[in-house]
Nanobody, 125 residues
Framework: QVQLVESGGGLVQAGGSLRLSCEAS????????MAWFRQAPGKERTFVAH????????RYADSVKGRFTISRDNAKNTVYLQMNSLKPEDTAVYYC??????????????????WGQGTQVTVSS
């Protein structure tokens, strides 16, 4: 069982940066693919980025490629999302998600069984 707690959201001006953190409890974090998703007001949840168990494989949505970086520190049971050059359209609630151990990464939210409570990111123009 994995429990996830996000932090680091807030209000930032366009062009600014934020770093989101997601701390996981449970023994299986280092064996679990992790991902970030986001949901803007009135819209469906969408994929942002994912990272493999060891951190060697990452993938990004086209809308954030080159601006966002996902990383993980298995010693700290934490996954990060560094967000640079933020735009107003990045405004959303950001969710951290984990797959069951030993499964590959995925951009499909339905394949993640564990979710955090979300953290709000607001980018002003």
């Amino acid at each position: 069982q994995v429990q996830l707690v996000e932090s680091g959201g807030g209000l930032v001006q366009a062009g600014g940066s934020l770093r989101l953190s997601c701390e996981a409890s449970g023994r299986t974090f280092s064996s679990s693919a992790m991902a970030w998703f986001r949901q803007a007001p009135g819209k469906e949840r969408t994929f942002v980025a994912h990272i493999s168990w060891g951190g060697g494989t990452t993938r990004y949505a086209d809308s954030v490629k080159g601006r966002f970086t996902i990383s993980r520190d298995n010693a700290k049971n934490t996954v990060y999302l560094q967000m640079n050059s933020l735009k107003p359209e990045d405004t959303a609630v950001y969710y951290c998600a984990a797959r069951d151990p030993y499964y590959r990464t995925s951009s499909q939210g339905v394949e993640y069984g564990y979710w955090g409570q979300g953290t709000q990111v607001t980018v002003s123009s």
